[in-house]
C-alpha cells in the first residue's frame, strides 16, 4: 500500500523564481493538504484540496497556489520565491467525509532560497 | 482560535525511564488533539489521538497520551524510553471550523540517552 509521496526531495531556487512541488496521496484517499515547516517550527497550514478545487486556506499569500489533478494527485507552485519560503513542504493526505482528522504525511520537499 | 502548546524546547531522559512530553490546547468546544513524531529530514508519522472516550489514549511505538480537560493537557507518555524513541514531537488540534486543517505546536526535541 503506497503511502503519501512527494518530489522533488530536495532542489535549490534562487530569489524570484518559480517552483512546483508534487504529491500523490496515500492510495484510497482523495484530499491533500499542504503544509509549511520553517526551520525550529511547527508546520502551518497553506490550503487544502479535494474534488480538484481549494477548499480551505490558511494565511498564505496569493504567490502560493496549487491544483489537484483527476486521479487526486496535486500540486503546489509558489512565485516570486522569497528567502523566508525556505522551508520543509510536507503534502499529507485524507479521505474527505471520514476518519477523525487524522492526516498522513509525505516525507516533504526541503526548498532552499537563494 | 485553537492553538496548543509545547512549553518544553527539549526534554532529556535516560533509556529505560519513563518519559513525559507536555502538550497544553485552546479551543472552542471539543478537542480534537494529535501527536505526531518527525525524524531528522524525515516526514510526520502520526502517533495517536484523542477523540472522545477514555481519557487515556493508546498509540504507535509504545506511546500513551492522558487527556485532561480540567487542565486542557494532553501530556505523551512511556514507562520505558528508548533511544531511538529520540525525535521531534508535535502536538496538534483539529481546527473547529476546517476538517484536516492542524494546528501544531512548535515541536519538543526529545533525546534519550543510553
Known amino acids: 500500500d503506497a503511502g503519501v509521496t512527494q518530489s522533488p526531495t530536495h532542489l535549490i531556487k534562487t530569489r524570484g523564481q518559480q517552483v512546483t512541488l508534487r504529491c500523490s496521496p496515500k492510495?484510497?484517499?482523495?484530499?491533500v493538504s499542504w503544509y509549511q515547516q520553517a526551520l525550529g517550527q511547527g508546520p502551518q497550514f497553506i490550503f487544502q484540496y479535494y474534488e480538484e478545487e481549494e477548499r480551505q486556506r490558511g494565511n498564505f499569500p496569493d504567490r502560493f497556489s496549487g491544483h489537484q489533478f483527476p486521479n487526486y494527485s496535486s500540486e503546489l507552485n509558489v512565485n516570486a520565491l522569497l528567502l523566508g519560503d525556505s522551508a520543509l513542504y510536507l503534502c499529507a493526505s485524507s479521505l474527505w467525509g471520514g476518519g477523525t482528522g487524522e492526516l498522513f504525511f509525505g516525507e516533504g520537499s526541503r526548498l532552499t532560497v537563494l | 482560535a485553537q492553538s496548543v502548546a509545547q512549553p518544553e524546547d527539549q526534554v532529556n531522559v535516560a533509556e529505560g525511564n519513563p518519559l513525559t512530553v507536555k502538550c497544553t490546547y485552546s479551543?472552542?468546544?471539543?478537542?480534537?488533539l494529535f501527536w505526531y513524531v518527525q525524524y531528522p529530514n524525515r516526514g510526520l508519522q502520526f502517533l495517536l489521538k484523542y477523540i472522545t472516550g477514555d481519557n487515556l489514549v493508546k498509540g504507535s511505538y509504545g506511546f500513551e497520551a492522558e487527556f485532561n480537560k480540567s487542565q486542557t493537557s494532553f501530556h505523551l507518555k512511556k514507562p520505558s524510553a528508548l533511544v531511538s524513541d529520540s525525535a521531534l514531537y508535535f502536538c496538534a488540534v483539529r481546527d473547529s471550523l476546517h476538517r484536516d486543517k492542524l494546528v501544531f505546536g512548535a515541536g519538543t526535541i526529545l533525546r534519550v540517552k543510553s
Open positions: 492510495s484510497g484517499h482523495d484530499t
Open positions: 479551543v472552542s468546544g471539543n478537542p480534537y
